[in-house]
């Protein structure tokens, strides 16, 4: 009665086996030769090291700034006095409500980043070869947890085969060694899969993340509030002097929020 359950573990490690393969196959075929010596803009550093989100908190953080928009510490934005610098800018005013308007900031960011401005750059990135296609990442995104669900499968039917058999009078010690090998396959892929398949999960492609850390240097120098940002761009919320705008981010726990 326990064969069935080996043969759907078999079949569990096998197609996601094959899945990542498939996944780690495409990925081996550039379709674009990343640009080399190219000079990436603040937005861009922040797609390819935080994504869109990043992409959203680096005009927030700038807006906020300038006091064009109050953020507060509890997670709340605020337009105070409109006047954006480039369409992200307009669009995250727009999406506060105008002047006067305010809207919590895990709101706002999540609208900015979905909308077509910041698509754009990712795309833009992604033509050059510098950021990770968005159709690639999504697939190898879906193969890694394809091979998490294998795993727990093999894992729960070999438990389940194992009470199967003990209840049947049958040699446990072999029904387990029979769902050694699928395990083995699942654990096989995953441990590879971290550690050449999971970096297609990131924003940046390779070239991308090369030329990340030998752009702008981190370390802002005094007064210098675009190097600030540029720091920003690259390790996030954390790297904010201001306390209330790493608690708006979510670098620091807010002592209204816990």
Known sequence: MWVPLLVLAWIAALLSCARLCRVSAAAD???TVPAQGRALSLYETAYLCGGPDRVAEVALVSMARRRR???????????????PHDPVEELLIERLGGPGGQSSVARVRAALAAAEPVR??????????LAVPPALRDSVTAALDQVRRATLIVLGTGVAAEAVAAGDGADTGS?????????????????????????????ASPAGLRLVHTSTPLTPAPGDESTGLTAFAHLGPRTLPEPHLRAALGGDPSPLRG
């Open 69 to 83: 928009v109050l953020v507060a510490h509890t997670g709340w934005a605020t337009v105070v006095d409109p006047d």
């Open 120 to 129: 754009r750059i990712g795309e833009q990135l992604a033509a050059v070869g």
């Open 29 to 31: 075929r550039p379709e």
């Open 175 to 203: 029904v387990a060694a029979w769902f050694l090998l699928p395990l083995v396959l699942s654990l096989g892929c995953m441990a590879i899969a971290h550690v050449e398949v999971r970096p297609l999960a990131r924003w």
